[in-house]
């Protein structure tokens, strides 16, 4: 069984990118981030037509995630239990499309877009913190629930938990800059404290492995990138993990992602 991991920046900008990926990679279960679309106008075809089951968690042009399944899909659930809402400046409060989980093949699947905290005294920084830390309190209630569960945490963390996940740490604490820093690092993890287990890095080791550049500063062709998207197994699922990629290829080109699709195989 594969399972992967993909932040497309625009669903309906990618979709032809994002069927041959699927024809290509032959994965049976993808998370989805940054979809950037609403229920109503998510290309629901594009997924049919390659036999995938999906479901999709969109509010409006910014965020939404969404899992495609082919090895079944149900007790879909939009959002975490108390999952935080952001509201700046006087504003309500809203929740935003940011997880979306669903069982696929046995396993308990979540698609993840961790928000991005701006800068390192933003109002988002804090919002960014709270929300990890609420995700792992109920991500460590399954394991103390079902110790056997197979749960796969996926998507785009907005972290980088290690110096050479970025590509060159200097710069970016002396520019101040957010994904880097301590209370970040350390609300990633937290989640290995919980029990789950990044289970692409033995098979992806490091350092200029990256599965993130900016379309900025020509950073692709520089190598100059940041590894960002994680699948975080629970005990049980990290013990049937036989590989793991980072397909950098899917980077390349007229049209791509800022993000490449991570990939892991399971055993039976």
Known sequence: MRIATWNVNSLRARADRVESWLERSDVDVLAIQETKCRDDNFPWELFERMGYDVAHFGLNQWNGVAIASRVGLTDVERTFVDQPVFGKGGVDPIQEARAISATCGGIRVWSLYVPNGRALDDEHMHYKLHWLDVLNQQAGSWLEADP???????????????????????????????????????????????????????HT???????????QKLRFPKREGMRIDFILGSPALAKRVVSAEIDREERKGKGASDHAPVIAELSA
């Open 148 to 202: 056997e569960a197979q749960i796969a945490l996926m998507g785009d963390f907005n972290i980088a938990p290690q110096d050479d996940d970025v590509w060159d740490i200097d710069f970016f604490i002396q520019e101040g800059l957010t994904h880097v820093s301590e209370p970040e690092r350390a609300a990633f993890y937290a989640f290995e404290k919980t029990g789950f287990i990044d289970v692409v890095r033995p």
């Open 205 to 215: 080791p490091g350092p200029g492995v990256y599965t993130y550049w900016d379309y």
